[in-house]
């Protein structure tokens, strides 16, 4: 409300208890207001994930996951007069060996390109190297480029030279007081016993990290990147 952003894309990834998102959960964002749900190397955890990702409009998964694989990697939102493309790409360091995102990013944004000059990019990666490489790679080719998937934000938002608006990952909306959201004690118990133990998901106080980006419609260069964090200790104030 204070904000008003013409479009909300929310990375759904962890939504269902921490493994991946169902169809429930799905439809529950658009009716908050998400205008695209985007995935990660959690996107099959759900059973039923398989039986309504292909009639999901607003909902993507990584677009480099292996070709024939349900769903797809790229969306067109249509916002007033705008229309704004974004993409899911994941990275393979110390995540599943899948096609590469750079070679994907390159194919898709060139589609993208000739539809719209705004181009969003959701890159879940584990590692800071790859998703910096990937904003360097991408600068002045798209908007943003928002890393996701190591659930803790961090302090580099920044606007790259070329116009490409940054950071390393947004963090996550979710637990407060848990160790990546997961119950604490039961983390606990693993590093100190390395024994298998069930996570569950940390009950209590919760946290929201996001980010909000002001691109310009006419080149798709991004004029700011500002990092939003509410919780507990950082209340969010009118």
Not at 63 to 78: H, M, R, S, T
Not at 155 to 180: C, E, F, H, Q, S
């Amino acid at each position: 409300e204070k904000h008003k952003p013409n479009i909300i894309v929310i990375n759904g990834e962890n939504a269902a208890g921490g493994k991946g998102i169902t169809e429930k959960i799905y439809r529950t964002f658009l009716e908050q207001g998400a205008h695209v749900v985007t995935l990660g190397n959690h996107a099959w955890d759900q059973r039923d994930i398989f039986e309504f990702i292909d009639d999901a409009k607003s909902l993507i998964r990584p677009a480099n996951f292996p070709e024939g694989v349900p769903g797809k990697g790229i969306v067109y939102v249509q916002v007033e007069q705008m229309e704004v493309a974004v993409i899911n790409l994941q990275g393979r360091t110390f995540l599943p060996a899948i096609d590469c995102p750079f070679k994907k990013a390159d194919e898709l944004i060139e589609e993208a390109t000739r539809r719209t000059p705004m181009i969003l990019i959701d890159f879940h990666a584990e590692a800071t190297s790859e998703k910096q490489a990937m904003g360097w790679y991408l600068d002045g080719r798209v908007s943003a480029v928002v890393g996701t998937h190591t659930h803790v934000q961090t302090a580099d938002a920044r606007i790259l030279p070329k116009g490409t608006a940054y950071i390393t990952d947004v963090g996550m909306t979710g637990p407060y007081d848990g160790i990546l959201g997961v119950d604490r004690e039961a983390v606990l118990r693993k590093f100190l016993t390395s024994l298998p133990v069930r996570f569950e998901v940390k009950e209590g106080r919760s946290q929201l990290n996001a980010v909000l980006i002001d691109i310009d419609e006419k080149t798709g260069r991004a004029n700011k990147i500002e990092r939003i964090v509410i919780n507990d200790d950082n209340p969010y104030l009118e």
